[in-house]
């Protein structure tokens, strides 16, 4: 039957196991199994354990069977954080950034973002449709089963919607679950050049409430920076998206140290992103505030910033998850395999916590975590299957695809590095 899968004699079943998110300490145990195995029937997943006991009793005719043997089976990866729909590419930013031009320059002379926006305002629904699902493709074969994908390209009520309702419309093409956040605060639009305050004022009154109404987005999110949001707008926007129902996320302290951390503690956000900038003190409210703290390390790569202290946020009791900010100006790269690189090698992360950063705390950030982000009974049946015997390859294999089977739901969605399914 579709979605029936036994997975077994796995060398090392990772499950991480758990149903909310991990803070500080506990990010270091990945509860693994040696000779493992899982079965998933009808797209979720109903036993775990060690294969023997696990297939005590189950007739395997019916079930498509995967042997683990001498490979690494762990949950699928969840990239909590992009911007994945728009038009148009940045690769002349790029080149003047390697000149040194600075990102926020190129945003004040109506490139960068706005320049983005230009380009998707004028894209069809069915162009961001065709360039989503080959990017969707891309993560997929990269292990990633889930994935939050941002508006903030539009600037208008007519090109938010688009956005979102393109989103929509991939989740339901494509096998990768699409969670959407509205980001109609990710810049000022030229029509509200010097008024940030009146374009937070027309979000509120003109876009959020049909976002919300017509169900287009689960989270708000707002680019807290200075020249762009501060503190008070992004304050009032967010209480606002509250009040609609929708969760919040923010971008904090990505290029300088506004106090985006503190807001997101204060309000109680689902998570703060970036977090380049923060002060030990944001740090410690967003972990008494359990806020997950999403870094997001391609970015300052890209950026030639500094990383994140993921370190000290861990030992703080921070839940910390990792994601790609795939984005067409900051992070051209939806490369899960260079986040496991610079994670360890340039963030102090341990190869567990960055397992966890990936799975069950990038489920935390998008209010998942009872439902993915670990091989656990009930959950659904997402799987990595990777072509070496241990997840200690995921950082040794450098900015490698270690991924040979991706399985969402119980089918076989990526066969030997191959994407496979029939959606789409
Ligand atoms: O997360 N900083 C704001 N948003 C994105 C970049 C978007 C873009 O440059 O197009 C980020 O870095
Ligand atoms: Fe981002």
Redesign the pocket.
């Known amino acids: 039957m579709a979605g029936d899968i036994i997975i077994k004699n796995v060398s090392q079943l990772v499950t991480v196991s758990g149903f909310e998110g991990r803070r500080g300490g506990e990010m270091s145990s990945l509860n693994i199994v040696e000779d493992g195995a899982v079965v998933i029937e009808g797209g979720i997943i109903t036993r775990v354990g060690r294969t023997e006991e696990t297939l005590k009793g189950i007739d395997p005719s019916g079930f498509t069977v995967i042997d683990g043997r001498g490979r690494t089976v762990l949950p699928g990866f969840v990239d909590s954080?992009t911007?994945f729909v728009f038009g148009g590419y940045r690769e002349k930013e790029f080149a003047l950034r390697l000149q040194g031009a600075s990102y926020m320059d190129i945003l004040a002379k109506g490139g960068g973002i706005i320049s983005t926006v230009k380009a998707t305002r004028s894209a069809s629904k069915e162009e961001l449709i065709r360039s989503g699902l080959e990017r969707l493709d891309t993560m997929l074969s990269l292990g990633v089963t889930t994935v939050e994908g941002?508006s903030g390209y539009g600037l208008d009520l007519d090109t938010e919607l688009k956005q979102l309702e393109v989103m929509a419309e991939l989740d339901s093409i494509h096998p990768v679950d699409v969670v959407s956040t509205f980001l109609g605060a990710h810049a000022v639009p030229e029509e509200f050049k010097g008024r940030a305050g009146g374009y937070i004022d027309f979000i509120i009154k003109n876009v959020l409430p049909v976002v919300s109404e017509r169900g287009l987005a689960e989270f708000c999110d707002v680019f807290c920076e200075k020249g762009v949001f501060g503190i008070e707008e992004s304050r009032r926007l967010l209480e606002a998206a509250k009040a609609n129902g929708l969760g919040i996320k923010i971008?904090a302290d990505e290029i300088t140290h506004l106090g985006g951390a503190e807001l997101a503690s204060d309000l109680g956000a689902t998570s703060g992103?970036h977090l380049l900038y923060t002060s030990y003190k944001g740090i410690e409210a967003m972990a008494k505030a359990r806020v997950v703290a999403t870094l997001?390390p391609l970015t300052a790569f890209s950026l030639k910033e500094p990383y994140a202290r993921a370190r000290f946020m861990i030992d703080k009791g921070c839940t910390v998850a990792l994601a790609t900010?795939f984005?067409p100006g900051s992070s051209f790269t939806m490369s899960i395999p260079l986040v496991f690189a610079l994670a360890t090698l340039y963030m102090g992360m341990t190869p567990e916590e960055v397992i966890c950063a990936l799975t069950i705390n990038g489920a935390a950030a998008i209010n998942r975590a009872d439902k993915i982000g670990s091989i656990d009974v009930g959950k659904k049946g997402d799987i990595v299957v990777l072509k070496f015997p241990s997840y200690l390859f995921l950082p040794y294999y450098i900015a490698m695809n270690p991924v040979e089977t991706v399985v969402k739901e119980g089918e076989i969605v990526v066969e030997n590095g191959i994407i496979k399914h029939r959606k789409g």
Do not use: A
Request: glycine share 0%; no cysteine.
């Open positions: 954080h911007h941002k971008h992103d997001l900010d984005n």
